[in-house]
């Protein structure tokens, strides 16, 4: 996967990643943004992850909080230090031992299975974690946080299996892979070095921010191929400006999709030498909806991927630790919970997936008006050049593409089951969430880059210009869409 960087680009300036700040602040859409464009950047290897020595004095005051309560409160029992984990909570287990305890509980959840996540993910991941153990309520010892950067920074990534993840007690067994080197090289250090690397949101965060990514440009290559459809097919731009869509001032979604569209449509007229779209005198006054209607589509789109650009940033972004430690004013609390719980990154695959599906329907429904010479106002049945070079077949694979996007658009809600002896009792099946949408994003594309072929090869002949090679049906293999 390779997110291209313009996906993230914003009118704001950078913001940088500044986790505390959730605990007083709220992630609109917009900052939610800016936000996911510096979480993208933790998968660069270019740019080291550096920590400040106030945020380790913070993981430093966490972690002696943690001993010194062992020390002055016997009786109180804390999750994973006295007792064994998950659904065998029952089991006692000596707090003095924990070396081998959090030994023990890496290598039962070194299991996972499937092809590696991308070393972007895995990178991405590891920074996440150090960014939320560093905030000062995991109690990890700082030479094991020191090793997780260390390890992030460097080349010799782990190989992370990308099936284990229930996506409800955290990334367990992927970040049982992730961390490994950490602990082989540097030992357990401290009673929850394992258990505070482990039981965290990380891995899914990092995979989610790379769909986001992929998931945009998916998004920006719609709105490109939507505006050669409508040139092809002889619309004006009132469709995707004007007064049609500042009329509901409230839909400023739709207002800004329709201004992508009216922005790719003047830069291929700019590239191909035209004044303005050709006009139709027969067209009639209202177009299929895939056309008309694009600007409703992609606007409510685009709201749709603000909503899942705020929750995947509130889920990298904040404390996911069971426990937690706070340590204020020389007190100390023990609070367990279920921050790790990942119900956020579910639905935001959701709707990633729902975006990505309602893309490829539009143009899908766009490419069958492109190829019927009554439909597209008398271009070359299936926008056929010379004998045997015409599109035919990609409008066939298009088709067969969105009808594989339809079989795999499962919600996240029927991913779930009771699982881990019925401890994690409701789960949120984030991580299949979201391998089921890396899978669909794949399909995606390439029916993106079918539609892309077959509107800018309609376009062209709508603007009496030559088909160049590049859209003759012989290039197809290696076609490439303008970047959006």
Known sequence: MNIAAHVF????????????????GRLDGRTALRAMRDLAGFGDPSVPFIATQDEFDRATRSYEALIQFLSAHPEKRIYGIHTYYGADIEDPRDPADWRRQQAELLRYLHVGVGEPLSRTVVRRALRIQARKSLQGF????????????????????????????????????????????????????????????????????????????????????????????SIALGAGDEFCAGGTLAINPAHRRNREAGFMILRERQAFLERNGCEKAPSLPETAPQLRYSIRCAPQVLGNALAQLDFAAERIAAEALSVSDNPIIESADGTVAIAHGGLFYTAGLATAADQMLDVACKCAEMLNRQTFLLVDPQQSGGLPRNLEGSRGDHVKGIHQ???????????????ARNMTSPAEGYNQDIVPGSMAALLNLAERIDIAQELTRGASFVSERAALLRCDRAVPDRLALAAWPKFTPPEA
């Open 9 to 24: 680009e914003t009118d704001e300036p950078p913001l940088t990643v500044e986790p505390e700040r959730e605990a007083t």
């Open 138 to 229: 995991s109690a990890i010892h700082p030479d094991t946080i020191r090793g997780l950067i260390e390890l992030s920074n460097g080349d010799a990534l782990p190989e992370v299996p990308r099936y284990g993840s229930l996506g409800a007690s955290g990334d367990l067994v992927p970040m049982a892979h992730a961390i490994a080197p950490v602990i082989e090289t540097g030992g357990v250090r401290g009673p929850r070095d394992v258990l505070g690397l482990v039981n965290t949101n990380s891995m899914m965060s990092a995979l989610a921010v790379e769909l986001f990514g992929e998931v945009r440009a998916l998004f920006a290559g719609t709105c490109r191929a939507t505006a050669l459809a």
């Open 397 to 411: 694979l298009v088709n067969a593409l969105e009808q594989s996007l339809r079989a795999g658009g499962v919600p």
